[in-house]
């Protein structure tokens, strides 16, 4: 599927799905206004799991943004448990936001939020890293799960 550049990138898609549990959620929440907090707890976590990422990719010298040609390893930080955290982030800040919004049928949206992110970021994002980075970057992939 062929998108604009400036829509390619994991920040949109998360406002897109966003948008759809906003929708869900003014069809129907039936869950009210108690989960609010919780789902805002999820967001401020997530949020800070984002920037603690971002933090390490700055520290090794490398780009963050997805689809451009790495320079560096990233293996600090939360990348020393996760080599995919800020997309971690990112579905914790979706499910925060349906939480937040009353719809846990809105929960549902992490399936092909993830598939979005698994498809269009991390399996071409793994690609270039072996093509830039070699034996390193296998050997980081045997050591750190791509999730958690």
Not at 88 to 109: H, K, P, Q, R
């Amino acid at each position: 599927m062929s998108v604009p550049k400036w829509l390619d990138l994991p920040p949109v898609w998360l406002v897109i799905f966003m948008g759809f549990a906003w929708f869900m959620a003014s069809v129907w929440a039936p869950l009210g206004d108690w989960l609010r907090l919780p789902g805002l707890l999820l967001i401020g976590a997530s949020v800070g799991l984002a920037i603690w990422s971002a933090i390490a990719f700055r520290r090794a010298g490398t780009t963050i943004v997805p689809h451009q040609e790495p320079s560096a390893l990233v293996t600090a930080g939360p990348y020393q448990y996760s080599r995919n955290p800020i997309y971690l982030a990112d579905l914790g800040i979706l499910a925060g936001w349906c939480l937040s919004l009353g719809t846990v049928a809105g929960l549902v949206l992490l399936a092909p939020f993830w598939m979005v992110l698994e498809q269009r970021f991390i399996r071409p994002e793994e690609a270039r890293l072996t093509a830039a980075l070699g034996e390193p970057y296998k050997a980081y992939c045997r050591a750190v799960r791509r999730w958690v």
